[in-house]
């Protein structure tokens, strides 16, 4: 076993190399090489003093510009976070830069071209560092998780950077990180990705970036190791200031207290625009809610649950509450925008200012990983609009370079959400990129003894294969909707050597531990569950193995396959469920994954129904997964008509009861809390998915994957007047809009891009008959085969397609 865990981890530092962008510029250089710097300082001995003031460091370096310049890039990176700037302006639009990663064995670097922002003669680089998760705060969350334990690399956060100058004689200039540096210690007193920055403007170094700077007092940097095996180029979104929000509401509850509210719950910072004496301090408290007296309710972004003295540990605060503070140093007005922290929160309280600020001195900052966002939704029903606006606020929410859970108390990648919402992300969002690096974070925390739960690893690992599995999974739909082969070609190897260790886990083929259908209102066993997530992945071990060309695997997959379905059938639909559990997550489990014979579906589809007529108010009461399943599993083997009932409504539980109670973004779980669990959280965003799949009716075919094939086949719920959808695929936009023009009639448009099919699926009846028009002169409507069935193909093109009764 020893020698078994030696050759899965060299594997895997394999894997990772092979992984790399490019080769890494900023260390693999023939001329001059770059060094990790620091400050001189070191880290506290004790938790406690991590408490105390230590102020983020700043980094300069000045540099002469000696001929007529072609091009400049600046390739950057650090442990922890940094801000750049050249000549006193900042580098880029990116923040909280670099991506959380395990910094011991990946770090990516961002490249710059800053030929622009340099000026003939001196010029000077600064760099700011802060703590980010490769610092953190000895915050033992729950009591129990500490980062700087659980994490595989902390550390003093420290920085690595090149500048190449291109002159147009065709000479080159590098401007590397080394002990030449200069540092001292700004005025960001504190910062940190839980509970928050303190910044002394008293203590503000002004023009310290600028060539015209005297840096004589100052101290030369350190070198420092590099905190990790290797660097590779960000090739994914980076994090970025998406969106301003300006205030609805300012108001005071209390004297000398004021309330923020920006409308919308959502992640980031602010800024803000501030003055008083010398010496005061102004501090922030953020919030999803507020009490009945209008004054803030912080508690459900309280990090780690550490809600009572001691939970912390030694010297953390009572309560973890996401908290700024800001010293006066100045009376003249000026802004201010934490650095180094985030949010999430609609309610800023603001105690320390001598009047109510005005709207127009603040404004939100919305921050997430800045994926393309070209997908729409939208339909006749403002409920279902509402709904689709707070999910898709809830997923950007929790991207930053990690998609998380939620975006305060933990922040985590848990593989369970990720199995759960991939593909409802990818339906709003261009995910190809994000989830890359998401795959290979896994790759880098995963072991082969035990299955862990988060990527970067956290320390945590008791939720079992549900959560570890989007390793794979997320592979699946990579190749499902964009044609991603090449990574299953890198990944192949280390796919089989995943599934022997479940195979090792799990000997028997039944999963027997680990966590199953999170928040569910009733129980679930995680046999049903966990066995359901282990049959996924064999078959899609199937899919990969067929394209390698690898038939002994195939085979081995379809047997594993089949072992397992006869194994779920035999223990959950052959015989009578003893105890309790939860029928709706059982029979949409069984449906969804296709382990009831076909003979048999009629009585499952009636068993599911009657288990959704006897939940509470008829509606769902599943948890993680069975959300998803039960979704899917009602409207292909019943009828979506059932599905747009219970989200069209506000009855509890359900989307539109959070949205009728005042959410703009989900909850974790169904009832609402305002002290324990997260007001966004984005598990039961599997709704929008279901927008796209039912409503706008545009699936993928496992058959043709990147929808060089696809289905389009939109559902008409009565109720619903008209739908939008649009989704872009790799070849091009799909559009599915319909409306519902009379009693008895419809108009569709839909779009095909260029080099797709796809299979048309309408619901017509024998007294309707089908037009179509195309946008090509020449088109011939009786070319269309199979057109008055409702089951026809299109291709690349534009059409109008009206079904209507006939006279």
């Known amino acids: 076993m020893k020698s078994y865990t030696i050759l899965f981890f060299l594997f895997i530092l394999i894997s990772c190399s092979q992984t790399s962008e490019q080769t890494d510029i900023l260390i693999f250089d023939e001329n001059v090489k770059a060094n990790w710097i620091t400050d001189t300082r070191e880290l506290p001995q004790h938790d406690s003093l991590f408490y105390s003031d230590r102020p983020a ?105 090149k500048l190449i100058i291109a002159y147009k004689n ?38 310290w970036n600028t060539p015209v700077y005297d840096d004589t007092s100052w101290n030369f940097a350190q070198k420092a190791e590099s905190p990790g095996r290797e660097m590779q180029k960000a090739f994914f979104p980076p994090v970025q200031i998406v969106k301003e929000f300006t205030p609805v509401k300012i108001y005071s509850p209390v004297n000398k207290t004021f309330i923020v509210d920006m409308g919308a719950n959502f992640t980031g910072t602010y800024k803000i625009k501030l003055s008083g004496n010398v010496g005061d301090t102004i501090t922030f408290r953020f919030g999803e809610r507020v009490y009945e007296d209008g004054t803030l309710n912080p508690m459900t972004t309280v990090a780690g649950q550490i809600k009572r003295k001691g939970v912390g540990g030694p010297g953390a605060p009572d309560i ?13 007005k000026t802004w201010f925008t934490p650095e180094f922290t985030y949010h999430v929160y609609r309610y800023m309280e603001i105690t320390g200012l001598d009047e109510i600020p005005q709207n127009s001195d603040i404004k939100g900052l919305f921050i997430h990983s800045n994926v393309m966002n070209q997908n729409s939704f939208s339909c006749s029903s403002n409920l279902l609009n509402s709904i689709q606006e707070a999910t898709e606020r809830t997923f950007l929410a929790n991207i930053i370079s990690v998609q998380s859970d939620c975006p305060a108390r933990e922040k985590f990648g848990y593989g369970g959400d990720l199995n759960a919402t991939s593909e409802s992300f990818i339906y709003n969002f261009d995910m190809q990129a994000f989830y890359r690096k998401t795959i290979y974070d896994w790759i880098d925390a995963m072991n082969d003894s035990i299955f862990v739960d988060t990527a970067p690893y956290t320390g945590i690992k008791y939720c079992g294969i549900s959560w570890e599995s989007a390793f794979l999974i997320t592979q699946y739909y990579l190749y499902l909707y964009y044609a991603d082969t090449e990574l299953i070609k890198e990944l192949y190897e280390l796919d089989n050597k995943w599934m022997d ?56 997959y379809e047997r594993l396959a089949e072992k397992l379905k006869n194994q779920i059938r035999t223990e959950f639909w052959d015989k009578p469920v003893e105890g309790k559990i939860n029928r709706q997550t059982l029979f949409s489990t069984l449906l969804y994954h296709g382990i009831i014979p076909e003979k048999e579906l009629d009585a499952a589809s009636d068993s599911l129904l009657m288990a959704v007529h006897n939940g509470p108010s008829g509606h769902f009461n599943t948890g993680i997964f069975g959300t998803k399943y039960v979704l899917e599993a009602l409207s292909q083997y019943l009828t979506p008509e059932k599905v747009f ?35 966004c959280h984005p598990m039961f965003g599997t709704v929008t998915e279901w927008y796209y799949r039912w409503l706008g009716g545009i699936r993928p075919q496992a058959q043709n994957p990147g929808f060089r094939k696809f289905t389009l086949a939109p559902s008409t719920p009565e109720g619903l007047d008209f739908v939008k959808c649009v989704y872009h695929s790799p070849h091009g936009e799909i559009v599915s809009n319909w409306e519902k023009t009379d009693e008895n009639s419809y108009l569709y448009e839909m779009k095909i891009p260029s080099g797709s099919t796809a299979d048309v699926k309408l619901k017509v009846a024998d007294s309707q008959s089908i037009s179509i028009k195309k946008d090509d002169m020449n088109f011939d409507n009786e070319e269309i085969e199979g057109l008055q069935t409702g089951n026809f193909k299109l291709s690349e093109g534009s059409y109008i397609i009206t079904v209507s009764t006939g006279n």
């Open 501 to 556: 260790k479940v195979a090792r886990i799990h000997p028997n083929g039944i999963v027997d531990n680990g966590l199953s259908d999170h928040e569910s209102m009733e129980p679930v066993p995680v046999q049903l569950t966990g066995t359901a997530h282990y049959l996924q992945c064999a078959r899609i071990m199937q899919v990969f193995a067929r394209i390698m060309d690898d038939k002994e695997k195939e085979q081995k």
């Open 645 to 679: 009932e219970i989200v069209n409504s506000t009855e509890f539980p359900g989307w539109g009861f959070m949205i009728d109670n005042g959410a703009t973004t989900l909850w974790e779980t169904w009832k609402e809390s305002d002290n324990t669990y997260s007001n």
């Open 320 to 332: 973890a509450w996401q908290t700024d503070s800001y010293i006066v140093g100045d009376t003249a």
């Open 170 to 207: 065709g000479k080159t200039q590098e401007i590397v990180s080394d002990s030449t540096w200069k540092f001292a210690l700004g005025a960001l007193l504190q910062n940190d990705v839980y509970i928050g920055d303190v910044y002394d403007a008293r203590k503000k170094i002004v023009g």
């Open 57 to 161: 460091p700043l980094f300069r370096k000045e540099f002469v510009l000696d001929n007529e310049i072609k091009s400049a890039t600046l390739y950057i990176t650090a442990a922890g976070y940094y801000k750049a700037t050249l000549n006193g302006q900042t580098i880029g639009k990116n923040v909280l830069d670099p991506a959380w990663t395990d910094y011991s064995k990946r770090i990516y670097y961002s490249e710059y071209d800053v030929t622009s922002s340099l000026i003939n003669g001196t010029n000077c680089l600064g760099v700011s560092l802060g703590n980010g998760f490769y610092n953190p705060l000895p915050l033992q969350k729950w009591g129990r998780r500490n980062l700087r334990k659980d994490l595989n690399k902390v550390g003093k956060p420290a920085f690595i950077s």
